[in-house]
């Protein structure tokens, strides 16, 4: 069974720094690109950036290219989403996604429960 | 502005037949590239509903169907159920942003 476990849900102050995690089990981790995928409350779907394991080649949406880092560790199956200054605009529930295949660009098959990051001051 | 453009909101009673329509262009849909569809019940996490335009993933009802022409995709829903309330989302990808796009989401209400 393919499984992407998420880390908790995170509380932060303005100008703090961030890294939350995805866990990929149940399938070959490196062949696979993890999407990280952000919904802002009440609102849609937007891609952030993808990520391939195996080689950790990383692409990003113009959108948010410089305002997050995203990494993978592919000895631990676990891919990452980072900031290093987060704002309030960033409270949000952040998803990590699995692809159907290697071939980018590609539909996100598997997906994580979530991670619901709040920042507050 | 989503890129692609979807309706906000459609609704439908028990056993009808809605279809939620995603709108595109020359560099997205119109250029070949695939839509995906999305159904995210509410409070969870979004599921893949149809992929490659008309593929259904094991475990989707045939009651979800895709198609796509031009620069426009669509998702219909037959035999409309209280369980398919549901927020419903297309994907492709766009060459001229370089970039992963999403509809806004379109409500599907059953009335």
């Known amino acids: 069974e393919v499984l992407l476990v998420q880390s908790g849900a995170e509380v932060r102050k303005p100008g703090e720094s961030l890294k939350i995690s995805c866990k990929g089990s149940?399938?070959?981790?490196?062949?696979?690109?993890i999407a990280w995928v952000r919904q802002l409350p009440g609102k849609g779907l937007e891609w952030m950036g993808v990520i391939y394991p195996g080689d950790s080649d990383t692409r990003y949406s113009p959108s948010f290219e410089g305002q997050v880092t995203i990494s993978a560790d592919k000895s631990i199956r676990t891919a990452y989403l980072q900031w290093s200054s987060l704002q309030a605009s960033d409270t949000a529930m952040y998803y990590c996604?699995?692809?159907?295949?290697?071939?980018?660009?590609?539909?996100?098959?598997?997906w994580g429960r979530g991670t619901l990051v709040t920042v507050s001051s | 502005q989503s890129v692609l453009t979807q309706p906000a909101s459609v609704s439908g009673a028990p056993g009808q037949r809605v279809t939620i329509s995603c709108t595109g262009s020359s560099s997205n849909i119109g250029a070949g590239y695939d839509v995906h569809w999305y159904q995210q019940l509410p409070g969870t996490a979004p599921k893949l509903l149809i992929y490659r335009d008309i593929i259904r993933p094991s475990g989707v009802p045939d009651r979800f169907s895709g198609s796509k022409s031009d620069a426009s995709a669509s998702l219909a829903i037959t035999g409309l159920q209280a369980m398919d309330e549901a927020d419903y989302y297309c994907?492709?990808?766009?060459?001229?942003?370089?970039?992963?796009?999403f509809g806004g989401g379109t409500k599907v209400t059953v009335l």
């Open positions: 994907q492709s990808y766009d060459s001229s942003l370089r970039d992963v796009v």
């Open positions: 149940g399938y070959s981790f490196p062949d696979y690109w």
């Open positions: 996604a699995k692809t159907y295949s290697s071939v980018w660009p590609e539909n996100f098959e598997y």
